[in-house]
């Protein structure tokens, strides 16, 4: 269907039909539109903008990923993209023009209407992932002292030019957030009454400043559609809708899964071989420089090693399992901490259920293990060391699982791209000195 719908598209944009264009764009969400196009080329993107409508075109910019977004611009003169703006929200034209290059950025900006342009240039000043950087200054603010009937009027006459009309905020005469209220609550109360009688006084905000992250926790844990951001005199500049709150969640999880995997979030498959050298490169000597902990470690048994060969064998498992048992309490832990659900003081009951759990896990796992070594290898001790060093090395993974993310979060770095590497270092280094340890002190039964 997807193929079918390609070579439809394409014969389209060769007749050169604006009818027939609008037909088929019509007949997809946006969304889905822009996914189409993705692999254009410059030549085949001018043809498709050309045939489109202004307000379709606007659409599907705001669908587009911020690369199609740039791609797509570069096919419009300043002209053509000021019309597109014209339907857009500001928040997407922000985010727009923030990938531009400097100098047509401060171009398409010299050319908007003044009013315009103040707005855009205030959003532009916010760091791009902080409340002030996502929000929208399309939202409805009602003053106290209306009534029911006059705020009816107004919903009617500049609700379509905003993003929602479900939650109403509520401001004073020096436009400082005061209150909401909630859209059925309005259409169900008399038209003479106050809205300053049915306005919830306790609102959630934040501040520009706020970083999103944060944002989208408070969303998330109110269940809001929107979040006002306010100024520190509580004067209101524009909110955050679900939507973009979403796009945050998603942004910060993918973030999230690539540091954990030691890849920076700017890293995609299009990104130079310089570039993409320069962002893997020193994590992997980091992970380097534990090998070389780990390497020592073994060292210092390798006259156990010698005299008792199946070690070798054997000490992978218990230093893979404990890094395996890490993982999982560092991935429930970088998520929970990210989530903002806990903080240091909140740490023992779960960490005496990791260490807990550590030992049950340790003791399941190492008696399997057991009862396949000691048959193969005809020797019980050699059973007992890897039960032993089992529950060592998972207790460590749990404890050092735990702890390690705590810590760094504590210390107010990433606990998502730091953490695994230090939890390598701990399983290899720990669960080799416990195993070889161990088998150092019950070498007489082993060669027996």
Not at 49 to 54: Q, S
Not at 148 to 163: H, S, Y
Not at 358 to 367: F, M, P, Q, T
Request: hydrophobic letters at 45%.
């Amino acid at each position: 269907m997807e193929e079918n719908r390609e070579d439809i598209l394409k014969e389209i944009i060769d007749h050169g039909s604006a009818d027939e264009f609008r037909q088929f764009y019509e007949s997809m969400e946006p969304i889905d539109f822009a996914q189409l196009i993705t692999d254009y080329s410059e030549e085949e993107l001018d043809q498709v903008t050309t045939l489109m409508d202004d307000d379709d075109l606007a659409t599907l910019t705001e669908e587009a990923d911020d690369d199609l977004r740039i791609r797509i611009a570069h096919t419009l003169d300043n002209k053509r993209l000021l019309i597109a703006f014209g339907y857009m929200q500001k928040d997407d034209i922000v985010d727009m023009l923030g990938d531009f290059p400097e100098g047509r950025r401060k171009e398409v900006i010299n050319l908007m209407k003044s009013g315009d342009r103040k707005i855009i240039t205030d959003l532009l000043k916010y760091p791009e992932e902080s409340a002030g950087g996502i929000m929208t200054t399309a939202y409805m603010a009602l003053r106290q002292d209306l009534s029911i009937g006059q705020a009816l009027d107004k919903i009617r006459q500049i609700g379509p030019k905003t993003e929602v009309i479900e939650t109403l905020y509520v401001v004073n005469d020096s436009r400082q957030l005061v209150g909401s209220v909630d859209l059925k609550i309005l259409l169900s109360t008399s038209r003479t009454q106050s809205i300053s009688t049915i306005m919830e006084s306790s609102v959630i905000s934040v501040e520009p400043e706020e970083d999103q992250e944060q944002v989208a926790r408070l969303v998330s844990r109110y269940d809001l559609n929107a979040i006002p951001v306010v100024s520190k005199k509580k004067v209101i500049l524009g909110i955050i809708t679900v939507d973009d709150v979403i796009d945050v969640i998603i942004q910060e999880s993918d973030e999230d899964m690539l540091q954990m995997g030691g890849v920076s979030r700017e890293e995609s498959l299009d990104t130079t071989l310089g570039e993409s050298v320069r962002m893997r490169l020193p994590w992997l000597l980091i992970n380097l420089a534990t090998a070389f902990l780990a390497s020592f470690t073994v060292d210092l048994f390798s006259d156990t090693i010698s005299k008792v060969v199946a070690l070798s064998a054997i000490m992978t498992i218990v230093s893979g399992m404990g890094g395996n048992a890490g993982t999982q309490t560092v991935s429930i832990l970088v998520r929970r901490l990210a989530q903002g659900e806990l903080s240091w003081d909140d740490c023992k009951k779960p960490f005496l259920k990791e260490i807990a759990l550590g030992l049950i896990d340790g003791a399941a796992c190492g008696a399997v293990t057991a009862a396949i070594v000691w048959p193969f290898y005809g020797n019980f001790y050699l059973g007992l060391i890897v039960f032993l060093a089992m529950i060592g090395n998972l207790l460590v993974s749990s404890v050092c699982g735990f702890l390690i993310p705590v810590t760094i979060k504590k210390l107010h770095w990433d606990p998502a791209i730091a953490s695994t590497i230090f939890l390598t270092t701990a399983t290899d280094v720990l669960g080799f000195f416990i195993f070889l340890g161990l088998a150092t002190l019950f070498m007489p039964y082993l060669l027996a």
